[in-house]
């Protein structure tokens, strides 16, 4: 008698799976349809990915070697590779750019492409701030104290990887402007800073002597 039911039990699971396939199996077969094609089209996305950055370092290295032929060279075959590069080796490009400007004698033309890479949302944060830096860098010497000042003191913070450079101008724009006790106070600082770059904190502390005498 078990035997029976479980015919029938089987017959039953049997005629609903066949009703569940005419009902459903188009939507299912599109399902895997959609699941292997998904992976495949991935795998190929990451690899033309791969490529074409490979592709495009290979090219920026080309665009850095032009300038053995001179800086001008090299400055146009850089601007050209960053007009169509990805974000991130576009700022590579820029920066190598601006690297042969301050070459040439050309800083506030570097400080001005600086200010484009800082300026680009598209690009990493430490790019950013690096480039942030560097564009006050350039203006140190003949630059608004304050409005330079102002630029920096995001990137003077503890979490800041560019912060003991950053601490470094701004005491140099305290001198600048006049106010050579912050100047002293933060070299101060600096010198007695054991994470800060061993350059730095020498560099700091003959100056935080120097300005200490007056």
Same mark, same amino acid.
Request: charged share 25%; hydrophobic share 40%.
């Given at each position: 008698? =078990? $035997?029976?039911?479980?015919?029938? $039990?089987? $017959?039953l699971r049997r005629d609903r799976a066949e009703h569940l396939f005419k009902k459903y199996g188009g939507a299912m077969i599109a399902a895997v349809v959609l699941i %292997?094609? !998904?992976? +495949? !089209?991935? =795998?190929?996305?990451?690899?033309? *990915?791969?490529q074409k950055k490979e592709e495009q370092t290979a090219a920026l290295v080309t665009a850095i070697a032009q300038s053995a032929q001179g800086p001008e060279k090299g400055v146009e075959a850089l601007a050209a590779f960053a007009g169509s590069a990805n974000p991130s080796l576009a700022a590579i490009a820029q920066f190598n750019a601006a690297a042969l400007m301050? &070459? *040439?004698g050309k800083?506030?033309?570097?400080?001005? %492409?600086? $200010? +484009?890479?800082?300026?680009? !949302? =598209?690009v990493s944060a430490e790019y950013r701030d690096l480039a942030t830096l560097m564009a006050v860098m350039q203006r140190t010497d003949g630059g608004d104290p304050a409005q330079l000042t102002a630029k920096l003191q995001p990137l003077t913070a503890d979490g800041s990887p560019w912060r003991f450079t950053a601490r470094e101008l701004?005491? %140099?724009l305290a001198v600048r402007a006049g106010d050579t006790e912050k100047a002293r106070t933060l070299f101060k600082q600096l010198a007695d800073d054991q994470q800060a770059p061993s !350059? %730095? &904190? =020498? &560099?700091?502390?003959?100056l935080a002597t120097l300005y200490g005498k007056g």
């Open positions: 008698m =078990s $035997d029976i039911f479980r015919e029938v $039990d089987e $017959d %292997v094609a !998904g992976t +495949g !089209g991935y =795998s190929f996305w990451r690899h033309w *990915q791969a301050i &070459r *040439q800083p506030a033309e570097a400080a001005t %492409v600086y $200010d +484009g890479i800082a300026g680009n !949302g =598209s701004t005491a %140099v !350059g %730095v &904190r =020498s &560099r700091a502390a003959d």
